[in-house]
């Protein structure tokens, strides 16, 4: 029987690129960091991260473009970077492949900080909120400083380096949770603050 209409005409489905993302099988509040910035840029830098081995990672970066998506990390990009390119199409009426070519230029400038390149690879999270390194060394070479895992996730975790000895204040004397660490100017204080 020869079809009379279209709908009896059978075609190849193209697959869905979002079945193919890296972040499929993850938890999906790691893209839907409160900030980029800050104590929770180590969220952000490890959803890129992630995005950043995605086969499909393109794809997804000029589709959030294009739908004007307002939160969290697609393809690699966050809200302001995605508005910035955004902005851009806009003014050069740029074509998808406009697009593509304004994505992988600011994957080019979102050069990861060394810091959170260490932190990332060299430590892990518990199920209690603690964070602790894996490795046996008690410093680090980054970017030409010696420091050592308490004073890398400080660093990341308060946006300055540390003053004094970083301790942690959890209770777990090995935690590197910034959140959890306090320097000797913290401490400091933190001591008068509770003697005035």
Do not use: N
């Amino acid at each position: 029987m020869i079809p009379t209409s279209a709908r009896a005409i059978s075609t190849a489905q193209t697959p869905d690129w979002r079945a193919q993302a890296a972040c499929l099988s993850r938890d999906p509040e790691l893209w839907f960091p409160r900030s980029s910035t800050g104590p929770v840029s180590v969220q952000a830098a490890e959803a890129k991260a992630i995005c950043r081995a995605c086969p499909v990672a393109l794809i997804c970066a000029t589709w959030a473009i294009e739908q004007r998506v307002q939160h969290g990390i697609y393809g690699g990009l966050d809200e302001t970077q995605r508005r910035t390119i955004a902005r851009k199409a806009t003014r050069h009426d740029l074509a998808r492949a406009g697009l593509a070519v304004e994505v992988r230029a600011e994957w080019a400038r979102d050069i990861r900080d060394p810091l959170v390149e260490v932190y990332l690879r060299s430590s892990v999270q518990d199920d209690g909120g603690h964070v602790w390194w894996r490795g046996r060394k008690t410093s680090y070479s980054v970017a030409g400083r010696v420091l050592t895992p308490g004073q890398i996730a400080y660093e990341l975790g308060h946006g300055r380096a540390p003053s004094g000895h970083v301790k942690a204040m959890c209770g777990q004397p090995f935690c590197v949770a910034a959140e959890h660490l306090a320097d000797g100017l913290d401490r400091w204080q933190r001591d008068h603050a509770t003697a005035a």
